[in-house]
């Protein structure tokens, strides 16, 4: 059996790139800058260059390399094509390929998010699950759902985009992607602020809330120290996204359900938040279905790539 | 290569029973009764002595026969066993285990919904797909999930138990299961009859709803008719019914979507009025996925069970 792989993720400033054991253990990491002029064309290059430094760095030899898993923000398909990666500056790209010809390696891609869900199922929060949805609360709500211990890309890249599930049809302001109700207009850092401004607008009552910049932070923060009114934002974005949880749970029935991304570093009170709401609305067999913090961070990425490869 | 498999689909009052090619060709269909006395104790042996039969009977021999699939009413794990099949009087069963010990053939044991929608993606409205949502609208709404052309039955069982999907918190009326806004409320045929009855009862218009029985049949042919009442209750039930496909379509992003049971013998309009509600409601990657009708009808359980042994 080969000894190491190297799982590589493509942010829009700097790729993450791990060393890793095939058993999953990390050996090494480090970043490189994301070069993005002329439609990204030195980023594929670029990576190749340092994995081929380390290798030599290390004195490890090619035969002893399952491989390279790359992730990226875009919807790769299952073959380890895009069609374009707005962020990279990139338009259609048959990644795995242009990979396997730069380093001789074999190289598998997969979308970001899709990824990071997939090294939280082997090494992180769900260690150990094969069945597992991970949403991810960041500026936006993005996520990855892992069906059999691999990564469901769907037919378009779109699986796992669980951000743009219409929660709220009524709602009269309309999402990045065009739509009404989606569940990042809740549930995502900036959807958790909106629903502040909100409820301060709606209500003269005191509030931790208007003495600093409304974040989620704040809200979390304030929600910790019993604010009411940070308690109703709090509760109305449990109530979108545990509801949204156990209908994604009447779907694939995982075994494990991760938050991640910046909002979910509110930890366990948004945790628990969470669970009760999703618990009222979840259908019997999956009312007991776990709800846990991802564990890998940013590392997230860079564990489910080279998981890609081994 | 084995020529030959049992696909087998047990009801509860009789089993269906089919001899396939492993092409998926039909070669014969017939029935027996299910005998639910002492606990079921009888319906695997019954099936078996069924299968043994036909065997004689067709000069096939055991070489031959790739294996004997089942679909069973109830929550049935990866690997065969179930807790219990309240329709059949069953407690818990290892069926795979037991009805290769009776038969001497390999043997597979789905859920009965799980398995039609295999059933649909082999040879039926899917044919060739391998990630598709199949929602069976009869008494409840059912539903079976398909990626890369296996069943997801999910942790508990409860993979594609989408009749339990949460869509309406408010709902003041309780589903069967217990909570309050499950999908199967709207969308299945007693669902509609529900939305026709508040709808008949909120307004004084007229209708071709008030001269008879309110069935879900009745509903789609006075919609058809042009009825204004009626289409307002279709109107209600395609939105509910599209968005939560479009929420779906968030998760695992099919390339097909069909629709089977009783209620989708309406047809074509009812496609329509769905495929509309979906497009609003879907992420635009997903808005043009195909909504099709089912095509096996009471036979997509014995494909799909074929399915799962060839």
Not at 173 to 184: A, D, F, P, V, Y
Request: with cysteine.
């Amino acid at each position: 059996m080969k000894k190491y792989c190297f799982g590589i993720d493509v942010g829009g400033t700097s790729i993450k790139c791990g060393l890793f054991c095939v058993d999953g253990t990390l050996e090494e990491k480090w970043e490189i800058p994301t070069n993005t002029e002329n439609q990204g064309a030195a980023i594929l290059p670029d990576i190749a260059a340092s994995i081929q430094a380390k290798m030599r760095e290390k004195g490890i030899a090619k035969e002893n390399v399952a491989g390279v898993g790359i992730g990226v923000p875009g919807p790769v398909n299952k073959d380890g094509e895009i069609p374009r990666a707005v962020n990279l500056n990139w338009g259609y790209k048959h990644i795995s390929k242009e990979m396997e010809a730069l380093t001789g390696l074999v190289a598998k891609a997969g979308n970001d998010a899709n990824v990071a869900a997939l090294g939280e199922a082997w090494k992180g929060g769900a260690a150990g699950a094969s069945q597992v949805i991970l949403a991810t609360l960041g500026t936006g709500v993005g996520g990855g759902i892992i069906i059999d211990g691999k990564i469901v890309s769907g037919a378009h890249g779109a699986g796992g985009e669980i951000g743009h599930a219409n929660m709220e049809p009524e709602e009269p302001e309309s999402c990045n992607c065009g739509n009404h109700g989606c569940l990042e207009q809740m549930a995502s850092a900036t959807g958790i602020v909106r629903l502040a401004r909100q409820a301060l607008k709606e209500s003269g009552q005191d509030s931790l809330l208007r003495k600093g910049e409304v974040s989620a932070k704040a809200v979390f923060d304030a929600y910790k120290e019993g604010d009411a009114l940070a308690d109703r934002v709090v509760e109305r974005f449990a109530a979108y996204l545990g509801r949204a949880l156990a209908i994604f749970a009447c779907v694939v029935d995982p075994e494990v359900i991760l938050l991640g991304g910046g909002v979910s570093r509110a930890g366990e009170p948004l945790v628990q938040a969470v669970q009760r709401e999703y618990k009222k609305a979840a259908f019997s067999p999956c009312k007991d279905t776990p709800i846990k913090l991802a564990a890998l961070g940013n590392d997230a990425g860079i564990y489910g790539a080279a998981k890609l490869v081994c």
